[in-house]
Nanobody
Framework: QVQLQESGPGLVSPSQTLSLTCSVS??????????WTWIRQPPGQGLEWMGA???????YYNPALKSRTSISRDTSKNQFTLQLNSVTPRDTAVYYC???????????????WGQGTQVTVSS
């Protein structure tokens, strides 16, 4: 049902800000117990949880990225965004948005994902 779609530039210059938007359809991002999440996968590496914004707007960040990361939302547009400042080539990755949720009788899970978008940091 719910659909997520990442959008934003695929190429970012070093020292600049990476900005991505996740557009959510068929479910309000204010739906109870949803955690709207950014996850990335650098080439040759595993998935890295970056952070999330909850259904009431609380933010959570990976401590390794917290100083450079900001997640926000626009409930009117049913979108949430990622900003990653001062990027370097090490930030090159496929970036995913995902829905995390608690469900009765279930573990917390990332139940829906966007298709992912490649972001390359290079001059």
């Amino acid at each position: 049902q719910v659909q997520l779609q990442e959008s934003g530039p695929g190429l970012v210059s070093p020292s600049q800000t990476l900005s991505l938007t996740c557009s959510v359809s068929r479910e309000s991002i204010t739906t109870d117990y949803r955690y709207w999440t950014w996850i990335r996968q650098p080439p040759g590496q595993g998935l890295e949880w970056m952070g999330a914004i909850s259904y009431v707007g609380t933010t959570y960040y990976n401590p390794a990225l917290k100083s450079r990361t900001s997640i926000s939302r626009d409930t009117s547009k049913n979108q949430f965004t990622l900003q990653l400042n001062s990027v370097t080539p090490r930030d090159t990755a496929v970036y995913y948005c995902a829905r995390g949720q608690y469900s009765s009788g279930s573990y917390y899970s990332f139940s829906s994902w966007g298709q992912g978008t490649q972001v390359t940091v290079s001059s």
